[in-house]
């Protein structure tokens, strides 16, 4: 450009455009380059990548409920860790899982599950996100995170959404989305919610 007019303006002749293989053309800015995409193929072999298909979800009893929930190694002293919570007396956490009026059906599938108290995590995180406060929250492996959001998650869908859940309600539509940063925890948080929500209107999907 120089100064003094507009490019449209310019007496010079226009330069083409760089037409090299990490270029843009001007049919609508497609690249002008004919490779397949690298995120089809395994890039060492040159080979398309398997598909992976996960096994289809139990829906029976016992299908559901016979695998036992992962327990850390210290999961016994996850009940006694010490709690920091900001600001400190926003959150009375709870003693027993019937303190937290998760319903009656989510009660029997924690007692069908095994799960016999909360561990620190879920006292703290299930009463917070009943009252439908926001949390951001952080702890150990195996610790019982999962629960900790699922449990009031379904619960309040009950309270607050029963007019909205099962398979009537058209059109079809997501009232919770819960994003995963890998394929193996999206499947432990669809098997854990499964048990929570058993017998109950909540329709489960994983994408």
């Known amino acids: 450009n120089q100064p003094g007019h507009r490019a449209r303006d310019c007496p010079q002749e226009r330069k083409p455009c760089d037409s090299g293989s990490n ?10 380059n004919n490779q397949v995409s690298d995120d089809i193929f395994d890039q060492t072999s040159g080979h398309p990548t398997e598909r992976f298909i996960p096994l289809p979800a139990p829906t029976t009893e016992d299908g559901i409920f016979g695998e036992a929930a992962t327990r850390g190694e210290n ?4 009940h006694v860790a010490h709690v920091q919570c900001t600001p400190p007396d926003k959150v009375k956490p709870i003693e ?5 009026n998760l319903g009656t059906q989510i009660l029997s599938n924690i007692r069908r599950a095994y799960f016999e108290e909360p561990t620190a995590i879920q ?24 629960a900790a959001f699922l449990l009031p998650i379904i619960s309040n869908l009950l309270s607050y959404n029963a007019d909205e ?24 948080t669809e098997r ?16």
Request: net charge positive; glycine share 8%.
């Open 75 to 78: 999961f016994g002293k996850y």
């Open 192 to 207: 854990e919610a499964r048990k929570f929500a058993f017998e109950t209107p909540v329709i489960l999907c994983m994408f």
């Open 165 to 188: 859940l099962g398979e009537n309600q058209k059109p079809p539509a997501p009232l919770c989305l819960i994003v995963s940063p890998t394929r193996e925890l999206a499947l432990q």
């Open 96 to 100: 027993l899982y019937e303190e937290a």
């Open 123 to 146: 006292r703290y995180a299930i009463p917070c996100l009943r009252q439908q406060d926001d949390i951001m929250a952080c702890a150990q492996t195996g610790s019982g995170k999962t």
């Open 23 to 32: 270029s843009f053309n001007n049919s609508g800015g497609r690249r002008n």
